[in-house]
């Protein structure tokens, strides 16, 4: 029994345990099914929204093919609504913008027509010039170009190689320089280079064994270097038509050289332009273009025979019809401002120049022209101001022929087509003393010494220049008239040596009457550019301008390191001259040039030059009649020329420049 109870009372504690376990799960399940319930009711609801969702999207993708959308809206009608808008905006703005150009417009013409009304005035703005490279170098030029002024300048270094014969190695006439020589001519051994006698006597060496009796020389030309041209240049216009023009050369060894130096008014109606102080002779081309512009080293004998580059006085002139014709006129003083003060005195003296040129065929900017060109000059010198070799102390008889001393004169010689020397080193000049002293020898191989010219000189010229792109040609011929003209001097000759001298005039000398005389020359030259390029003209002046090269020389390295070069311009030349002073027994002499030249224009203000120079020179002086007193053995000459052989041969020379010009 007890073990029956043992198993009853076990039976109902583990009842009990389970009711306790299962009642509190009971309740729990109870609130889960209740939550359980709600969740079901919130996704349901979820599904409905989705389903709403669903509906819509199919709606939507059902009318993206169709203009209408789902709220009945037609797409192409919505972009013509904004188009329009955008329109009328755009209209809108650009009506407000036209409105206020127009505003503006109107407000810029009122503002000219009140300015024009009340007139520009030239020069009111003065603020800071800009500055710029032009083509004539650096320029400052204020902001409505009112002012305008060039500063720059020139360097010209030239080499110069010489040969000469030892026969015109002789003190040239009426000069200081070069070698002593005794009677027959013949130079001392210490002093002459290649003189075939050694040792002795000077005054014992006998004849020159050439066909040149009585021969001076020119001189000795050494090799040598020097500066030819160092100049200091500003030049420009102020108040828009003022024009002014300062240059000064620096070169000579004892003073300085006046070049152009002027003031002046342009853009006058009719006249053009007007200036007063010391400007270029409007006489020859070669004379009036600008010697940065010279193909040679130096200009051609018919330049140093018979034209003057500067005189001081009034000039005028003027481009017309297109700039095909110019003309220019100058009234001037024949001693121009070239040395020491810059002072002239001296009455009756006048230089009257005109010149014309015209320009019948021009093509391609200048590639292609054809220049022509006249000009004609009267001048009359004076011997209070005339500066010369000859010894004029023994012509006692001009104070008496020419009372008041209203004595002209007129004189014409040549240098070689290369310098020796320059400024007043120039071989026997009397004016500075330092001649003696300085290097090189600037003595004229042909020269007519000082001549009476009691009614002064009359020059005509004529120009011609052609252009066919690289290839050019230029030529000027010159006539020269003195009437009633002789030599200054009193001479004497004597006829045991043959020697000509300058006396005194004898008690109760007469002069006889004076004669024309012409002396003319002319020259012609040619060249070619290697690498194309033409030369510049000035239409405004009618005269040859600067060279500028295709491409400029350099020779560097590129950005890959590789050797980068330019050529330049390359130019080759030829240019004969004559000279013909050799005129009715009163000769100095004449003289024959060939040039060969080769400019290398690195750019169009620097350029290297070359020339090889071969000139003849042949001076046959005839004494007239009336200079023939008589000194020594022998009997007078006959009443008609005396013939005598001076100063006759050829020089060979090799010349190289550097200039540049800025």
């Avoid at 006698?197 to 064994?209: E, M, R, V």
């Avoid at 007063?276 to 200009?299: A, H, W």
């Avoid at 004595?407 to 003696?436: E, H, M, P």
């Amino acid at each position: 029994m007890g073990k029956t109870l043992g198993r009853y009372l076990g039976r109902w504690i583990l009842g009990l345990i389970m009711i306790c376990f299962l009642i509190p799960n009971f309740v729990k399940a109870q609130d889960t099914g209740e939550d359980i319930k709600a969740r079901l009711d919130a996704l349901e609801k979820k599904n409905l929204e989705l389903e709403q969702k669903l509906k819509d999207r199919q709606a939507a993708v059902s009318t993206e093919g169709s203009t209408t959308k789902p709220d009945g809206t037609d797409k192409k009608s919505v972009e013509k609504i904004v188009n329009d808008v955008l329109k009328t905006k755009d209209e809108e703005k650009k009506k407000k913008d036209e409105e206020k150009k127009k505003a503006d417009d109107a407000k810029k013409a009122a503002d000219e027509a009140e300015t024009k009304a009340k007139g520009y005035e030239v020069g009111s703005d003065l603020s800071f010039p800009t500055a710029r490279w032009g083509p004539s170098g650096l320029i400052f030029e204020s902001k409505n170009g009112d002012f305008v002024n060039h500063v720059g300048g020139r360097i010209e270094w030239d080499n110069v190689n010489w040969h000469q014969p030892w026969f015109l190695q002789g003190t040239p006439a009426g000069g200081s320089r070069g070698a002593a020589q005794n009677a027959n001519g013949i130079q001392a051994p210490n002093v002459f280079r290649g003189n075939p006698y050694i040792g002795g006597n000077i005054a014992n060496l006998p004849p020159p064994p050439n066909p040149f009796p009585n021969t001076t020389g020119v001189g000795v030309l050494d090799d040598g270097e020097f500066f030819r041209r160092l100049r200091l240049r500003i030049d420009g216009r102020m108040y828009e038509n003022f024009e002014y023009h300062f240059e000064i050369d620096f070169a000579n060894v004892n003073s300085l050289i006046y070049d152009q130096m002027w003031g002046g008014v342009r853009d006058i109606p009719y006249i053009g332009s007007v200036r007063l102080g010391q400007s270029k002779v409007p006489m020859g081309l070669e004379s009036i273009g600008s010697t940065n512009f010279l193909v040679m080293m130096e200009r051609s004998g018919l330049f140093d025979s018979f034209w003057q580059e500067f005189a001081a006085g009034l000039w005028t002139g003027n481009s017309v019809l297109d700039q095909r014709m110019t003309w220019a006129y100058q009234w001037a003083r024949p001693q121009n401002f070239l040395v020491g003060n810059p002072v002239n005195f001296g009455d009756g003296v006048s230089m009257n120049t005109g010149r014309v040129t015209f320009l019948p065929l021009y093509m391609d900017d200048g590639r292609s022209l054809i220049h022509l060109g006249l000009s004609a000059q009267h001048r009359t010198g004076d011997v209070g101001n005339y500066q010369d070799n000859d010894t004029l102390a023994g012509v006692t008889d001009l104070t008496t022929s020419y009372p008041n001393n209203n004595i002209k004169f007129i004189r014409f010689r040549s240098r070689y087509a290369l310098r020796d020397a320059v400024g007043q080193a120039q071989g026997g000049s009397t004016l500075n003393a330092i001649q003696n002293i300085a290097p090189g020898d600037g003595a004229r191989p042909i020269d007519t010494g000082t001549l009476l010219a009691p009614k002064g000189t009359n020059n005509i010229a004529s120009e011609f220049m052609a252009y066919c792109g690289p290839f050019w040609i230029q030529a000027e011929a010159n006539l020269a008239n003195t009437p009633d003209s002789q030599y200054a001097a009193y001479y004497t000759y004597n006829r045991n040596t043959g020697a000509i001298a300058v006396a005194t005039a004898p008690a109760g000398y007469v002069r006889p009457a004076g004669q024309t005389l012409n002396y003319w020359g002319y020259y012609v030259q040619a060249g070619y550019f290697l690498t194309g390029e033409n030369r510049g003209y000035d239409r405004r002046y009618g005269i040859y301008e600067r060279v500028r090269p295709f491409e400029n020389f350099f020779f560097t390295r590129d950005q890959e390191g590789r050797p980068s070069y330019g050529l330049g311009a390359w130019e080759v030349l030829y240019r004969y001259d004559f000279t013909d002073l050799d005129s009715k027994g009163i000769n100095g002499g004449r003289l024959g040039q060939n040039t060969i030249g080769v400019n290398w224009h690195l750019n169009s203000h620097m350029k290297i030059m070359m020339n090889v120079l071969l000139a003849n020179n042949n001076y046959n002086t005839l004494i007239p009649n009336f200079a023939n007193q008589v000194v020594g053995n022998g009997q007078a000459p006959a009443p008609s020329l005396i013939y005598s052989n001076v100063r006759s041969g050829q020089v060979e020379g090799l010349g190289i420049r550097m200039h540049i010009d800025y």
